[in-house]
């Protein structure tokens, strides 16, 4: 009887022992991305970005030694439950980083507890211009705020010949940035700027805002949504006879979804893209390029998803190339790490510039951007 | 009997941030805690008054911009040329204008929505909110829109004599919280057991013999309206001081609906209802997140949802005291209402 | 004066199917003064009804329609049957909440089965739109408007002269009465909801290829349709009818002339100014409650 009980302490110490040397073997990075709600098609392609760079860094042998583990929670497409999500990835799962949130609000909503708790995280698609300029040194950006967008993009347009354009941008800080960034930034080029239309986030017909822009008098309309309503767009366009120039802005645009289900009234549009899947040799780094994309493609995950969840991929790949740097996963080295790496990321070097007020700037690196054009149902790089 | 089980309640809960070290289930008790001071105030419209209000995150929302922007300060062109300007306030008048500003509207709306009943009443009600979400997110210039009012200070509480305290941690937060949750329950619990409260369930009973023994009705459901906004307004902007950022998101029909589950599954018309809903349905999600797929997490509470009102359909606090009060040999909690004695009291 | 006549085209299209969704939700609120939340769960599963049958099965467009109204019409019964005839005589709030759990489950079941990503229907009519004048409008949308307008004369029919429609309308006058006259009120109910649900089901089915399927796409359709049962009168088919077709016009004129951002406010905003100035409706002959 105590031999037997002997027997089984012993054996429950030496699991619950190697249990504990095993959880000690993994570096954890939190993933906060909405699953659920109204982003969900958005954050699974992230989250499943990001395991492609975890498994690609598990498989060279890891970081210091050691296996990453993803610990990635849904975020419900809700600001509080990204500050709540934020908070148990930090205080239960002792995540020493994290990337997220995907939605401007979203990481808005999970900065502060980043200041409470004084860790880093990397932002991989929100475009606010708030989040990197309102003195908040744990983050750290791989995605281009829409200011950034139209600084790269005053280079094309000057061979593009527009001479008035119109906006239809959706109804949050993403669509509203861009229509302030970019009017600016055409004023100053001396392009006339006419409408600027909004719709709703939720909003499926947006025919009433196209007959407007179809009386008007501009020859170009620069649109920033995301996918679907791009495809709607696109389709109600055509129905409508609509015909000017669109150019499509924000990086979330998936191309092939678009082309797709608007077929042909998808031909002869633009799109400001920050990746190119379709022409990795193109790309900063086309090995990485084609690792992904096959990678990609053998998970059996849709081909037009690439568009987003590169962003993953890329910021799994910042945050380790972070702890690598500072040697121990610890929240402060961490944080001090990012300022000094180079990672040759999909779309560019990823390299962290001071922004935001002196003394607490934040970090943001400056992605290339690309003009593709669609023509008969392909997608082609718009050569000037 | 009823006031130890609250006084144990009120000490258990208290309790609670001296020995729950876990930050994660100290901040989802802390929202929960004012989405449960939300539900308190629905309840007084829902089980007190009988009217199906689907509109009351306009309140809590309303309280929460208020707040926010009290304490951060505006400037926005009106028309006619003229620009309002406001300095930042301290965090405390945002929460005291918040209750003021949504008391106020809940009497406006109580004002319209109050001619119709039932089912229109609802629909009117959630077209209230739906028209506040989307001005908060057009009118930019005041409310930032999507572009989010952020960096929301954190409540600090005046002491005369020793400067201010900052409420800033976890700790500080949850029992501002507890109190003001205390302060709510208190308050409608006094107007439920008041003669207006009898007025209130009076025509909630039966509205057309209530105005027949000289309620006005207008004048009760108004009333009912304008604590329930205000209480609502004040929850409102204790979110929007926590969370420390606010966008036209909040005022998310999900919000709502979070709150009508509160009440209703915790039992309307009872005042412990909202409470036990809402930690019930407030924490469910967090006990749901380790063991389910996000998907399947949804589908389980919609799930526990209809499987409580088809087992506990008055709601799981009358359900419970029935049976308790059973158990124990007595009859039912509830006094009849005695419309006579109200009118007794009303003046003619 | 073209922009406005291209308003008024894509005005009357749209119009047809908000009267759909409308009538259905009319009848199940009218005759069983249910809050039907689930109305946009059934719009959402017709749409993805549609792309499972035409996208996954292959099978032709045209045939594809019945078959989505008709799960449609299933669906609606499965519910009423086990959620709703369990509940009778509850209050109105606990079918509501039950309405709203079942709302919750069957949109993340959608979100479980299909996923997020946006689905497309491809549909048998050409790409280039039919253009009269300064005005366009595509054949789809053309067929959509017929089919729309087909489908409620039907259902109009179906409640003014068959014996179960006489059924309807006299449980829908007074339910007890009805009751004592020999009406088997349950399988009114039954039919009433399954009825309602499959004329929602088969709005998705028709809106589904116009627009693109995701999972939340009933929200705002549930929305506007509970905006058009208050402008048509509870339980008034007609005024369900017309409703549809002003709250299309409001949305077209508003975006188009007013401000784009405040467009699917115009539902909200016509139901406030009705209640306020007409409570029981612009068409309504029953009485005000209360």
């Known amino acids: 009887m105590t031999r037997a009980l002997g027997l089984v302490s012993t054996i429950t110490l030496a699991v619950a022992l190697a249990g504990a040397a095993a959880q000690a073997q993994t570096i954890k990075i939190g993933v906060n991305e909405p699953l659920t709600g109204a982003f969900a098609a958005s954050g699974t392609y992230v989250v499943n970005g990001a395991k492609i760079a975890a498994d690609e860094i598990n498989a060279k042998g890891g970081i210091l030694g050691k296996k990453i583990e993803l610990v990635i929670e849904d975020n419900k497409s809700n600001p509080t439950e990204a500050a709540a999500v934020a908070e148990k990835l930090i205080t239960s799962d002792k995540v020493p980083v994290l990337m997220g949130a995907w939605g401007s609000s979203l990481t808005l909503a999970v900065m502060p507890k980043l200041m409470e708790y004084e860790t880093p995280m990397v932002v991989e698609t929100s475009s606010s211009g708030k989040i990197t300029t309102t003195g908040n040194p744990f983050i750290f950006r791989i995605s281009p705020p829409s200011a950034i967008e139209a600084a790269a993009f005053k280079g094309i347009v000057d061979k593009l010949a527009l001479k008035k354009v119109d906006f239809l941008v959706i109804n949050n800080d993403w669509g509203r940035g861009t229509a302030e960034d970019f009017s600016k930034m055409m004023k100053e080029k001396g392009i006339a700027v006419g409408l600027v239309e909004t719709m709703d986030q939720g909003a499926q017909d947006m025919s009433a805002q196209l007959s407007k822009i179809k009386g008007s008098d501009s020859e170009t309309v620069i649109v920033t949504t995301a996918v679907d309503q791009l495809t709607l767009i696109f389709k109600q366009a055509a129905a409508l006879g609509l015909k000017k120039r669109i150019i499509t802005t924000g990086g979330s645009q998936n191309p092939d979804q678009i082309i797709a289900q608007a077929g042909a009234a998808a031909n002869g549009t633009m799109h400001l893209t920050t990746f190119l899947p379709w022409f990795p040799e193109k790309t900063p780094n086309p090995e990485a390029t084609n690792y992904f994309v096959s990678e990609w493609k053998k998970r059996g995950f849709d081909f037009a998803g690439c568009t987003e969840s590169f962003r993953g991929y890329d910021g799994i790949r910042t945050v380790a190339a972070a702890i690598e740097k500072a040697g121990k996963a610890e929240p402060a080295a961490i944080k001090a790490a990012f300022w000094d790496i180079k990672v040759k990321g999909l779309n560019g070097d990823i390299v962290f510039r001071k922004s935001g007020p002196e003394g607490k700037e934040s970090g943001q690196s400056q992605p290339n951007v690309y003009l593709i054009e669609i023509n008969d149902g392909k997608i082609e790089m718009k050569t000037l | 009997m009823r006031a130890i089980s609250t006084i144990v309640a009120v000490a258990a809960l208290a309790s609670f941030p001296l020995w729950l070290r876990d930050p994660y289930l100290l901040n989802a008790l802390i929202t929960t805690g004012i989405f449960i001071i939300g539900a308190m105030s629905l309840n007084l419209l829902l089980g007190f008054t009988g009217q199906l209000s689907l509109g009351h995150i306009a309140f809590f929302g309303i309280g929460a911009y208020v707040s926010a922007l009290t304490s951060l300060g505006f400037d926005v062109g009106l028309p006619g040329d003229f620009r309002l300007v406001h300095a930042p306030w301290p965090p405390i008048a945002g929460f005291v204008l918040a209750v003021v500003v949504a008391g106020l509207c809940g009497y406006f709306v109580g004002l319209l929505s109050f001619r119709v009943r039932g089912a229109y009443f609802v629909i009117v009600t959630i077209s209230f909110a739906e028209v506040v979400r989307l001005v908060a997110l057009n009118w930019v210039e005041l409310t930032q829109g999507p572009l989010a009012l952020t960096n929301i200070p954190s409540i600090a509480l005046p002491l005369p004599g020793f400067g201010e305290f900052t409420l800033r941690t976890k700790m500080h937060n949850y029992y501002l919280v507890l109190v003001v949750a205390l302060i709510a329950y208190l308050l409608i619990a006094r107007l439920v057991h008041s003669h207006f409260g009898r007025a209130m369930r009076g025509l909630m009973e039966n509205e057309t013999l209530a105005i027949s023994v000289g309620i006005d009705v207008t004048r009760t459901l108004t009333i009912a309206a304008v604590i329930s906004a205000a209480i609502a307004g004040a929850a409102g902007s204790l979110y929007a001081h926590y969370i420390r950022i606010i966008d036209p998101e909040v005022f998310a029909f999900i919000n709502t609906v979070t709150m009508v589950i509160m009440v209703i599954s915790g039992g309307k018309g009872s005042l412990a209802g909202p409470v036990v809903g809402g930690l019930i349905f407030g924490l469910l999600p967090v006990a749901l997140r380790p063991v389910m797929a996000p998907e399947a997490q949804w589908i389980a509470y919609g799930g526990v949802l209809i499987a409580i009102l088809f087992l506990l359909p008055r709601g799981i606090v009358p359900s419970l005291t029935q049976r308790l009060g059973r158990r124990l040999g007595r009859t039912s909690a509830r006094a009849p209402v005695a419309l006579t004695e109200t009118a007794a009291k009303e003046p003619a | ?290």
Not at chain 3, 79 to 95: F, V
Not at chain 3, 145 to 162: E, F, G, Q
Not at chain 3, 258 to 283: C, E, H, K, N, Q
Request: without cysteine.
């Open chain 3, 1 to 290: 004066m073209s922009e406005f006549l291209q308003h008024l085209v894509n005005m009357l299209v749209l119009g047809g199917t908000y009267a759909l969704l409308g009538i259905g939700l009319t009848l199940i609120f009218g005759i069983m003064n249910v809050v039907n939340f689930t109305h946009g769960v059934l719009y959402t599963f017709g749409a993805y009804v549609m792309f499972m049958v035409v996208q996954q099965l292959g099978l032709n467009f045209f045939l594809a329609l019945p078959v989505a109204v008709l799960a449609g019409w299933l669906l609606g019964a499965a519910i009423e049957l086990t959620l709703l005839r369990p509940l009778r005589g509850s209050d109105i709030d606990t079918t509501m909440l039950v309405m709203i759990g079942a709302w919750i489950a069957m949109q993340s079941g959608t979100l479980w089965i299909w996923g997020g990503v946006a689905k497309a229907v491809a549909t048998p009519f050409p790409e280039a739109p039919l253009v009269l004048g300064p005005v366009s409008v595509s054949w789809l949308r053309l067929f959509v408007l017929i089919a729309a307008a087909l489908l409620i004369l039907v259902t109009y029919l179906l409640i003014n002269r068959t014996s179960l429609g006489r059924a309807m309308r006299a449980t829908f006058q007074d339910h007890d009465t009805a009751s004592l006259m020999g009406v088997n009120v349950d399988m009114i109910y039954t039919s009433t909801f399954a009825i309602g649900s499959s004329l929602a089901a088969a709005a998705g089915a028709l809106l589904g290829p116009v627009y693109v399927i995701f999972p939340q796409m009933g929200d705002l359709a549930a929305v506007k349709a509970f905006a058009i049962v208050i402008l048509g009168g509870l339980g008034n088919i007609t005024g369900a009818v017309i409703g549809g077709f002003i709250l299309a016009l409001a949305e077209e004129l508003g975006a188009g002339y007013v401000s784009s951002g405040y467009r699917d406010a115009m539902g909200f905003l016509i139901i406030i100014a009705v209640l306020i100035f007409r409570p029981t409706g612009l068409f309504a002959r029953a009485e005000r409650v209360g």
